[in-house]
């Protein structure tokens, strides 16, 4: 089931999924994204998602660039090229979920409404939550 924040306009809210959750609509809405946020090192070295059984594509595209991390000024503008249909669902993730949540916030603002944030990223919090932990596929 999916959770949302406390915002107080329902539209611009970034609404929050588990990564079990969003494999499964990724395997079957061809219109959603799954949207890795991490930086190029992370990817190289970490892994990502794997979503090659899913028939569905990841996207790669940093909020946050090395090495002073600092937010990628032309995030919005990216992503609208790579996504356009604006009322596609977006699923935002990170290593642990908060770079993912300001990515997912930013997309809200540029008219992505359905722009959730995946509970515990990729590598979660500690060992107990997670797209790695959650056996869901990946790959280096």
Known sequence: MFASNKNSDPNMQVKETLPEETYEILQHDKDAYLIDVRTDYEWE???????????N???KLSWRTLPQMVVNTKFSEELEQ???????????I?????RSYEAAT???????????????????????SGWKFSNLPWRK
């Open 45 to 55: 070295n970490v892994g990502h998602p794997d979503l090659t059984k899913a028939k």
């Open 57 to 59: 594509n990841l996207v």
């Open 82 to 92: 790579i996504v356009s249909n604006k009322d596609s669902k977006l699923f935002f």
């Open 94 to 98: 990170c290593r642990a979920g908060g």
């Open 106 to 128: 930013a997309a809200i603002k540029s008219g992505f409404l359905n722009s959730y944030n995946v509970i515990g990223g990729f590598e979660g919090h500690g060992e107990d």
